[in-house]
């Protein structure tokens, strides 16, 4: 869509067609975006992702040239005034085919809503609940009262209060994955998939917040919470009962011990324990200086 679609003479300094919103650092073409600073303008000009740019007055004339305008007095309300038009009108439509193969074995106690892919062989158990935007890739299971797509909680305050913003976002399970009972898999309010990868495990209770990628082979256990826009590599190991930070990075084959806190990013191969976590080894050797 365009921006004077939505947007007022009096708003609009120069017109450019956008796909979706999102933020000024993101690898997402069409992107429109809104920046209350003047370092994230910069960072929008820097990716030719972003289309347009909703911003103040004293920042435009760092916009470059190439870009959308805005001009706003309250760009953030602005830039969800225009999520939620886009998303309303059909423009941010992250599931363009529906689809469920007739090989799926579907309880009846399941609500599957309407925009969803559900491919071969999927096995989806009693009382899940499948939202729109999900796609299940085939000889996937999905346990009793698991939840595909749920709404996460959004911290949008616009003038001290609390904005409704719809989730264009959807979820995508890969192959021969497990997601057991009681789950839930939080689909992004931006038109993006948060992502569980082939042959990936995650246990009952287990939370996975909104934008988060998990890798391969990965294991989950019962009862961990992970926020929002987490990266978590292939064939990592996290225990039970963990707390996984906003924004945190797990690279391939770390391993999360048992009830740990992440606060830091955890590089390739490491193992981690404690609140907040850190290096296994040296957490066990500083428990038993304590015990003495």
């Not at 989950?220 to 945190?248: E, K, L, R």
Request: overall charge neutral.
């Amino acid at each position: 869509m365009k921006l004077s679609d939505f947007f007022q003479d009096k708003l609009l300094k120069k017109d450019a067609d956008v796909l979706l919103t999102h933020y000024a650092d993101q690898p997402i073409d069409g992107i429109a975006c809104f920046c209350l600073t003047e370092n994230f303008v910069l960072k929008a000009n820097l990716n030719p992702c972003v289309k347009a740019v909703i911003t103040f007055e004293q920042f435009a004339h760092l916009v470059d040239e190439e870009k959308g305008l805005v001009i706003s007095n309250n760009p953030k309300k602005d830039y969800y005034l225009l999520h939620n038009f886009m998303y309303e009108n059909g423009f941010m439509n992250i599931i363009e085919t529906p689809f469920i193969d007739s090989s799926a074995q579907i309880s009846s106690n399941a609500v599957i809503d309407k925009s969803v892919i559900i491919e071969k062989n999927v096995i989806i158990d009693d009382f899940a609940v499948i939202k729109s935007g999900s796609f299940i890739k085939e000889n996937t299971y999905v346990g009793p009262h698991a939840v595909i797509g749920a709404r996460g909680m959004h911290n949008t305050k616009i003038d001290g209060h609390f904005m409704h913003v719809h989730d264009a976002g959807g979820v995508e399970i890969g192959k021969n994955c497990e997601v057991l009972a009681g789950a839930v898999i939080q689909k992004s309010y931006h038109k993006e998939m948060t992502t569980v990868g082939d042959e990936t495990k995650v246990s009952v209770k287990v939370n996975i917040g909104h934008g988060t990628k998990v890798g391969e082979r990965t294991l989950i256990a019962g009862n961990t919470q992970i926020s929002g826009y987490v990266t978590i590599g292939n064939d990592v190991w996290i225990g039970p009962s963990c707390t996984i930070s906003h924004n945190i990075k797990i690279s391939n084959n770390a391993e999360v011990k048992i009830g740990s806190v992440v606060v830091k990013s955890i590089k390739e191969a490491s193992v981690v324990s404690g609140n907040f976590a850190y290096n296994h080894t040296k957490h066990l050797k500083n428990y038993m200086k304590a015990q003495r």
